[in-house]
């Protein structure tokens, strides 16, 4: 159980993150959640998770493109809950165009959002946790940190830096009861996935069926996405004991993709 344990998930107003936060929350763990959207609807998340699952769960809306924004949001876990023990960097954003089209400011966000984000949240969140003796680090990466597909330069280039940062960060906490791993999900569909169909279809030059048929479950051996419930079950194993020398690795959760 995850009693009296606090969990970070970032980006977990929606999606992948939110399928997360439902899995620590069912272990009893203490939530703060993180993400942009509309306040209303993010009240509505918040009440519900802590009504069906019985834990505190607080919200902290910031820009995480941001670093000042990171670094308060840290802060202010530890301060309001005492101490931060389960970190899940998963906010992360995608825009597909070729590279020589790619716009160098959306470049900058993805790397700033998927990549560096985690870097200070890790960099902030470590002394709390080797102090207590304990602490889970999960990235949520992606096959394309494995794996790389066109149109995607940003994107992959951010998941593929962010295993050299989850294995780093975990030589260096190891003696310290802290693990730290990064899950790498096929194609889940969420609103990151809904959104990139069209401008997929633009690049390829070939419909939205064919976009889902011929190029995201194309790999998928499965031919289906990925769900969230998957993703949250594998995060709830690696805060357990049980993957307590499970450090330093990409899990993949991908239907077969990276097999091939
Ligand atoms: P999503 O769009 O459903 O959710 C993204 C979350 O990040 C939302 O809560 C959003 O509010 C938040 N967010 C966006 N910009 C932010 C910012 N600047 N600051 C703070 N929060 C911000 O996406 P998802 O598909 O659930 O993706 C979550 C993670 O999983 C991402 O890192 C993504 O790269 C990764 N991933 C997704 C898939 C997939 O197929 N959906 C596959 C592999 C990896």
């Not at 399928?19 to 306040?39: C, F, S």
């Not at 959306?106 to 207590?132: C, E, Q, T, W």
């Amino acid at each position: 159980s995850l009693q009296g344990k606090v969990a970070l998930i970032t980006g977990s107003t929606s999606g992948i993150g939110l399928g997360i936060a439902k899995a620590l929350a069912q272990q009893g763990a203490t939530l703060v959640l993180n993400g942009l959207g509309d306040p209303v609807e993010i009240e509505k998340i918040r009440a519900d998770l802590a009504a069906e699952f019985g834990v505190d769960v607080y919200f902290i809306g910031a820009d995480l493109t941001k670093t000042a924004a990171v670094e308060a949001m840290i802060r202010e876990v530890e301060s309001t809950c005492g101490q931060l023990d389960i970190l899940v960097n998963n906010a992360g954003m995608q825009y597909v165009s070729p590279i020589e089209d790619f716009p160098p400011e959306k470049y900058d966000l993805i790397i700033a959002l998927n990549l560096s984000a985690a870097f200070h949240a890790i960099r902030l969140a470590v002394p709390g946790m080797k102090a207590r003796g304990w602490g889970r680090i999960i990235n949520v990466a992606s096959a394309h940190a494995l794996v790389a597909s066109p149109f995607k330069s940003a994107y992959v280039a951010s998941k593929h830096a962010i295993l050299g940062l989850t294995k780093t960060v975990a030589l260096e906490v190891a003696e310290h009861g802290i693990t730290a791993n990064a899950i790498c999900p096929g194609y889940v569909m969420t609103p990151l996935v809904q959104k990139q169909i069209p401008d997929t279809a633009k690049a390829r030059g070939i419909t939205e069926e064919e976009v889902i048929r011929d190029v995201l479950l194309y790999a998928q051996s499965t031919k289906k996405f990925v769900e969230v419930e998957e993703l949250g079950a594998l995060a709830a194993f690696l805060c357990s004991d049980g993957a307590r020398s499970m450090t330093g690795i990409a899990l993949p959760v991908d239907g077969g993709w990276t097999a091939h």
